[in-house]
């Protein structure tokens, strides 16, 4: 029902600003979230950045200060713009948006991901 492509990852030396991108397709109308997870080798899947359907943002401890989340209505893409960027930074970037149907159920959707290295 909602399609995701991330675009924009890439290898990028420390201290360096890489931008990412998501589209959204299909039944966008019904998304209340999106945001970005970032998952290591090896390592947990875990929430960098999210949007709500009206503006709200959050952001990891390790992400506040250097990345933005940011939603364009108009093209529906969310962009998560990174800055300062640390090789703890690593990792494979998915794209989630998510709904809530009967009975306040959340069905999450999920882009292919993209990689993000930080290394020099």
């Known amino acids: 029902q909602v399609q995701l492509v991330e675009s924009g990852g890439g290898l990028v030396q420390p201290g360096g600003s890489l931008g990412l991108s998501c589209a959204a397709s299909?039944?966008?109308?019904?998304?209340?979230?999106m945001g970005w997870y970032r998952q290591a080798p090896g390592k947990q899947r875990e929430l960098v950045a999210s949007?709500?359907?009206?503006?709200?943002?959050a952001y990891a401890d390790s992400a506040k200060g250097r990345f933005t989340i940011s939603r364009d209505g108009a093209k529906n893409t969310v962009t998560l713009q990174m800055n300062s960027l640390k090789p703890e930074d690593t990792g494979v970037y998915y794209c989630?948006?998510?709904?809530?149907?009967?009975?306040?159920?959340?069905?999450?959707?999920w882009g292919q991901g993209t990689q993000v290295t930080i290394s020099s």
């Open positions: 949007i709500s359907s009206i503006g709200v943002t």
């Open positions: 989630n948006a998510y709904v809530y149907v009967l009975r306040g159920a959340r069905i999450d959707y």
């Open positions: 299909g039944s966008i109308s019904g998304i209340w979230g």
